[in-house]
């Protein structure tokens, strides 16, 4: 429920409040749903804070290392530190 009002936060440009439930949603749902984790990195690169973003993802990887494999896990931290160093 948390993940998919962040999403829904975050499209309607309430991104202070897309953060706040994806961090709800991370605490909340077991490790492997990462959608939480993913949104909550959408929202904090909103917010510029691109940094907490990589952190939200790799912490994401720590809870289940299979993320870390992953297209999408590679492709947004990726991305993100391409960011990162300008």
Aim: aromatic residues 6%; glycine residues 6%; hydrophobic residues 40%.
């Amino acid at each position: 429920m948390y993940s998919n009002r962040s999403g829904s936060h975050l499209a309607l440009g309430n991104v202070d409040q897309a953060v706040k439930d994806a961090q709800l949603a991370v605490q909340l749902g077991p490790p492997q749903f990462t959608t939480s984790s993913v949104r909550l990195a959408d929202a904090l690169y909103a917010l510029g804070r691109v940094e907490e973003a990589i952190q939200a993802l790799n912490l994401a990887a720590e809870k289940w290392p299979e993320f870390k494999s992953t297209t999408e896990y590679k492709q947004l931290t990726g991305e993100l530190t391409r960011q990162l160093k300008g």
